[in-house]
């Protein structure tokens, strides 16, 4: 499962609005894809359409839907929304990356 922090879950309805789409039936797409400088890094898309290998859970009132391969990657992270000084984003909270790099768009495990 993936858990949504309540800042990520104001700033995911807000952008999905803006988007064109719609938080209540609409879904957070989140993947993993290789690249970044640690290996593999964070896709963070929205979409109204599930594959067949996808997983779809609900948290927080978000509809996340995670493919099956990606899944294996982000089990028991938390998706949060910073807005701070060091830059505004969506960040990743993986326990499973061992290694993460310094602007936390990319990890490895």
Do not use: H, W
Not at 20 to 32: H, I, L, N
Not at 38 to 56: C, H, M, P, R, V
């Amino acid at each position: 499962m993936i858990k949504v922090s309540d800042t990520a879950k104001k700033k995911v309805i807000q952008l999905m609005t803006e988007d064109g789409f719609e938080a209540t039936t609409d879904y957070v797409r989140v993947g993993v894809k290789s690249g970044g400088c640690s290996g593999l890094s964070y896709d963070l898309t929205f979409d109204n359409k599930q594959a067949e290998n996808d997983k779809i859970f609900e948290e927080n009132g978000v509809k996340i839907i995670v493919d099956k391969k990606s899944f294996l990657y982000l089990v028991g992270t938390t998706l949060e929304y910073s807005g701070g000084l060091n830059g505004k984003g969506f960040v990743f909270n993986n326990p499973n990356a061992n290694r993460t790099c310094g602007c936390g768009e990319s990890f490895s495990l």
